[in-house]
């Protein structure tokens, strides 16, 4: 992961050096996190090597950004796919979605907070989460919630290059890993 996101920086920010307004960066996000989503579906990997797949996704991503914001893949956006292709890079879309977020939020002063919770929060917990990290970042927060059943319990917060595990599966190693010493 460690290199697909180092691989992902430069693109992020040649995209966000590109996105001169609001407006464009709000636009380029929606393309990535769009792109994002299509690349993280279970029958993308195995078509990734297949002749075409560009056509493919260009195809998919046409449809589903026509749905969300009325506008089709721009001229930039089928560049960055072909440049992604050529390179044989596709595959880190995804990275390159989470890299712009944290690029642009870092440039507003916003904090994102990747929290992986055991089960879905409710409104109510993800207010007062967005609250009490606000407090402790003295920034603003973007919550980027997902699940992970597998956790069994409680949270893992990610942000600032910081990671806080409240689970119960977390909890079970760091005990473990103590009757171990």
């Known amino acids: 992961m460690a290199e697909s996101k180092t691989i992902a920086r430069p693109y ?8 001169t307004d609001g407006k464009a ?33 260009q195809n998919w991503l046409e449809q589903l950004l026509k749905k969300q914001r009325k506008q089709g893949i721009s001229g930039e956006e089928h560049n960055l796919l072909r440049l992604l292709e050529e390179h044989d890079r596709i595959a880190v879309l995804p990275e390159i979605a989470d890299v712009y977020d944290e690029l642009l939020y870092a440039q507003s002063d916003t904090c994102m907070v990747r929290v992986t919770s055991a089960k879905p929060l409710s409104s109510d917990d993800e207010a007062l989460l967005r609250s009490l990290m606000q407090k402790k970042t003295g920034r603003e927060v973007v919550l980027e919630i997902h699940e992970d059943p597998a956790l069994l319990a409680g949270v893992v917060l990610e942000y600032d290059g910081l990671v806080i595990d409240q689970t119960l599966k977390g909890r079970i190693a760091e005990f473990a890993q103590k009757l171990d010493d």
């Open 12 to 19: 992020a920010r040649a995209i966000l050096a590109n996105a």
């Open 25 to 57: 960066q709000q636009h380029w996000q929606q393309f990535l996190h769009t792109a994002k989503a299509v690349m993280q579906a279970s029958e993308v990997p195995e078509h990734l090597a297949l002749p075409g797949f560009l056509a493919q996704l």
